[in-house]
T-cell receptor, first 110, second 116 residues
Framework: QKEVEQNSGPLSVPEGAIASLNCTYS??????FFWYRQYSGKSPELIMF????GDKEDGRFTAQLNKASQYVSLLIRDSQPSDSATYLC??????????FGPGTRLSVLP | KAGVTQTPRYLIKTRGQQVTLSCSPI?????VSWYQQTPGQGLQFLFE???????NKGNFPGRFSGRQFSNSRSEMNVSTLELGDSALYLC???????????????FGPGTRLTVL
């Protein structure tokens, strides 16, 4: 069974700190990896995606992928209270639909 | 460019009834996926349609069905509603699924279904 796992949290970090969100997946054939942010009562919105091993940076966000370890992470630098949300990791096994993790709830404390 | 739209936004039904939800994808997007989100189970994949054909299907009973029209709009239907069907139903559109998938899914606002 294809699974995506995330720590459910809540993960609490002080304002201005780096928040580190982790995700592991079971299907070695997974090709693409996405991070979504979901505010309470809202639908998920895409933060960024990554396809290749290594780091990908977009503003305050950095996605890191290690296919050998089947691990993908999201770093949020200079965390703001507005970053408080649930972060969903999504993985696409080869040619198939997306599989979402349960999400990690992040709380950035002022 | 307009985003993904879903109608209705809220629905209240009783057990045994059926319901139809609608999704209009972003203009030019041909793939529509449906998800069920509940606090206990998280975001679970229902099915995906591409060019009017069901491309993938999740592990849901046959009471859940869907279809896609030639203009890429999609509907999902749930028959014989159960209390456990209460959830947020999300539709996501993407340009083309591809193999491997490199498309990005964009979510609509969702339809909140309550079954009494």
């Amino acid at each position: 069974q294809k699974e995506v796992e995330q720590n459910s949290g809540p993960l609490s970090v002080p304002e201005g700190a780096i928040a580190s969100l982790n995700c592991t997946y079971s299907d070695r054939g997974s090709q693409s990896f996405f991070w979504y942010r979901q505010y309470s009562g809202k639908s998920p919105e895409l933060i960024m995606f990554i396809y290749s091993n290594g780091d990908k940076e977009d503003g305050r966000f950095t996605a890191q992928l290690n296919k050998a370890s089947q691990y993908v992470s999201l770093l949020i630098r200079d965390s703001q209270p507005s970053d408080s949300a649930t972060y969903l990791c999504a993985v696409s096994p080869y040619g198939q639909n997306f599989v979402f993790g349960p999400g990690t709830r992040l709380s950035v404390l002022p | 460019k307009a985003g993904v739209t879903q109608t209705p936004r809220y629905l209240i039904k009783t057990r045994g009834q059926q319901v139809t939800l609608s999704c209009s994808p972003i203009s030019g997007h041909r793939s529509v996926s449906w998800y069920q989100q509940t606090p206990g189970q998280g975001l679970q994949f229902l099915f995906e349609y591409f060019s009017e054909t069901q491309r993938n299907k999740g592990n849901f009973p046959g009471r859940f069905s869907g279809r896609q029209f030639s203009n890429s709009r999609s509907e999902m239907n749930v028959s014989t509603l159960e209390l456990g069907d209460s959830a947020l139903y999300l539709c996501a559109s993407s340009y083309s699924p591809g193999t491997p998938r490199t498309d990005t899914q964009y979510f609509g606002p969702g339809t909140r279904l309550t079954v009494l």
